[in-house]
Nanobody, 119 residues
Framework: QVQLVESGGGLVQAGGSLRLSCKAS????????MGWYRQGPGKQRELVAV???????RYADAVKGRFTISKNSSGNTVYLQMDSLNPEDTAVYYC?????????????WGQGTQVTVSS
């Protein structure tokens, strides 16, 4: 089993910054792909940014140029630096991890951290 512990959410004014962290622990079979998703009020969960095991990054169009995803050298902690925040970024942000063994794929989610951007 894999556990994901998120931190760093909170309340910030428009134009401000926040940094989210997500640390993974437990039995991870391979270098995982990790990422961040979010779910705003009345909306479906959507991808924000992902970073592959090899370090390739991908961003949603809505956050390109404002958010930066990165990970530590051991690959078990992922960060999301969020700059130039606006009220549309208000959501619960979820950490996601994908890994696989020889036979199976595994996907895990964090508990979510609230980000609120005031105008």
């Amino acid at each position: 089993q894999v556990q994901l512990v998120e931190s760093g959410g909170g309340l910030v004014q428009a134009g401000g910054s926040l940094r989210l962290s997500c640390k993974a622990s437990g039995r991870i079979f391979s270098i995982p792909d990790m990422g961040w998703y979010r779910q705003g009020p009345g909306k479906q969960r959507e991808l924000v940014a992902v970073i592959s095991g090899g370090g390739t990054t991908r961003y949603a169009d809505a956050v390109k140029g404002r958010f930066t995803i990165s990970k530590n050298s051991s690959g078990n902690t992922v960060y999301l630096q969020m700059d130039s925040l606006n009220p549309e970024d208000t959501a619960v942000y979820y950490c996601n991890l994908k890994t696989h063994s020889l036979k199976n794929d595994f996907e895990y989610w964090g508990q979510g951290t609230q980000v609120t951007v005031s105008s």
